[in-house]
């Protein structure tokens, strides 16, 4: 069995979806101009995973929730740091804990971790 969708609420769809556009090369599922765009989002990446997000109020999530993104190797977690920092993110550097790994608060208001 394999998990393939995820919903996650959002305060904002358009910025978390570009979020994870841009740092994690997750792709949106073109809908030809649907209404919704800022109100929904449907995502998937190279293994079929969807990830749908839908605009809250508030996105209330307990301070453990995350989700991860797996990188094959620590350049590729030091280079997404970087560009993290680089683009004006509150984001600590990667430390070794459970692997070579670090979290950050996505726009939208979900934590992403990043690991190898």
Not at 3 to 15: F, G, K, M
Not at 26 to 49: H, P, V, Y
Request: net charge neutral.
């Amino acid at each position: 069995m394999k998990l393939n969708h995820l919903n996650l609420t959002v305060t904002d769809v358009a910025a978390a979806r570009d979020f994870l556009a841009k740092y994690f090369g997750l792709r949106k599922i073109e809908s030809g101009g649907d209404k919704r765009e800022n109100t929904f989002a449907a995502m998937f990446d190279d293994s079929g995973l969807v990830l749908t997000l839908m605009k809250g109020a508030q996105a209330d999530y307990p301070k453990t929730f995350h989700i991860g993104f797996a990188q094959e190797n620590e350049e590729k977690v030091n280079e997404i740091n970087r560009r993290l920092k680089e683009d004006g993110f509150d984001v600590a550097s990667p430390v070794r804990s459970h692997g070579w790994t670090f979290y950050v608060k996505a726009p939208g208001g979900f934590t992403v971790e990043v690991l190898c």
